[in-house]
């Protein structure tokens, strides 16, 4: 006897991928423009279909079941070469897709992610905006962003985390601390979510620390870092090739990972397709071998 595979319905597929991301039926519905009900009915139909249950419900809870990670990429995997199947059919007017990368997110890759968004929709305008986490999100809440890649520190919303990546203390190689004075600590101007995590974890060590610098961007805190005036907390993709990992060297406390999310209403075809394209740049992007390296 002959056992056809499971059809799937595309529309469900996509009801169970903003579930999962959003952990939540309610906000799922609402990123899709439709009802509670109608995407409850869609995930349960395509769990019929596939004779599995893929999400875990209580209720205070939603989750991804155990054992279907895999399932969930490959179904974001099928619903992108959708969009890019439809979007070949699509009228090539000129679009504008506008969208707030965080300073502390960005990195050193942006621009060869820009080159794979330009090569793959010549046509389309990217608005993008380079700022603060919490300002991002506050700007993408009032309707001014159609997408934002933030780090997740400052905010308990549910999106879609790109990337997972370690943060460490990082200084210029000839950067010293004299014992028996406080720590030089250089930031980004409040509200930063990275340098309430530092303050954080030098307050819960029992370290002395003070202001050093305050810049208004990675790009001059690097600077700062480079001058040696002060160490930093930053992610191992957005330092600074010069700078070195001081952490173990000075004993200071162990940072927990950080979360780069993304946060988006983009329902239309061609601009979810370069999303999807922008988001999987995001995934793509590792940390270069022995950057920041270890004094």
Do not use: N
């Not at 991804?64 to 009228?91: H, I, K």
């Not at 990195?107 to 968004?117: A, K, N, Y």
């Not at 010069?242 to 209403?265: A, I, K, M, N, Q």
């Amino acid at each position: 006897m002959v056992h056809l595979a499971p059809t799937l319905d595309l529309d469900a597929l996509e009801a169970f991928i903003r579930v999962a991301e959003l952990r939540s039926f309610t906000r799922a519905a609402e990123a899709l423009g439709t009802t509670q009900s109608t995407v409850s009915l869609k995930v349960k139909r395509l769990e019929e279909s596939l004779g599995r249950r893929l999400l875990e419900r209580t209720p205070r809870l939603v989750r991804l079941a155990e054992g279907c990670g895999a399932f969930l990429e490959a179904s974001r995997d099928l619903l992108a070469r959708r969009d890019v199947a439809l979007a070949t059919l699509a009228v090539r007017e000129r679009r504008r897709l506008t969208v707030g990368i965080s300073d502390q997110a960005a990195g050193r890759d942006l621009p060869s992610v820009l080159v794979e968004l330009a090569e793959a929709d010549p046509d389309l305008l990217l608005d993008l905006h380079i700022g603060a986490s919490r300002d991002l999100l506050d700007r993408f809440d009032q309707g001014r962003f159609d997408a934002v890649v933030v780090r997740g520190e400052d905010d308990r919303r549910p999106g879609e985390v790109l990337l997972e990546e370690p943060y460490r203390w990082v200084a210029s190689p000839s950067w010293r601390w004299p014992g028996g004075f406080p720590l030089p600590l250089a930031t980004l101007a409040e509200p930063c979510g990275v340098r309430a995590l530092a303050i954080r974890s030098l307050d819960g060590a029992g370290l002395p620390w003070r202001d050093a610098f305050v810049g208004g961007g990675v790009a001059a805190l690097g600077a700062a870092l480079s001058a040696g005036l002060a160490l930093s907390v930053l992610a191992l993709r957005v330092a600074p090739p010069d700078l070195v990992d001081v952490g173990e060297t000075f004993g200071l406390p162990r940072l927990p990972p950080s979360r780069v999310v993304l946060h988006s209403r983009v329902a239309d075809v061609r601009l979810s397709t370069a999303l999807r394209r922008l988001a999987a740049a995001f995934r793509g992007k590792s940390t270069p071998p022995g950057v920041p390296r270890t004094r």
